[in-house]
């Protein structure tokens, strides 16, 4: 079995943007990592790395995440 290709950097990248857009819905909001954290079923590392862009989250993260913060997941996506 050959090991996994490296993630390519336009991929990296997307991640750090959506991590940004999350983090800024986030803070508009006044809430904490943790908050948000509690109120879409995640813990506080989750969101931090999800925020920095070193975690490859799954869908359902991110639709829990988008309804926490009251935004449509396609807000969080947009390029």
């Known amino acids: 079995m050959l090991p996994p290709e490296p ?3 336009w991929v990296l990248a997307r991640r750090r ?3 940004a857009s999350i983090r800024t819905a986030r803070k508009a909001r ?3 990592q943790e ?3 509690e109120r879409s079923a995640a813990d ?3 969101i931090n ?3 920095l862009g070193h975690h490859a989250t799954r869908i359902d993260t991110l639709f829990r995440i988008a ?3 009251e935004v449509s997941l396609s807000d969080l ?3």
Do not use: K
Request: proline share 4%; net charge positive.
């Open 7 to 9: 993630t390519p950097e």
């Open 44 to 46: 506080r590392q989750t």
């Open 49 to 51: 790395r999800i925020e």
């Open 35 to 37: 908050l948000l954290g």
């Open 30 to 32: 006044g809430m904490s």
């Open 17 to 19: 943007a959506l991590g």
């Open 67 to 69: 309804r926490a913060l």
């Open 77 to 79: 996506v947009r390029e």
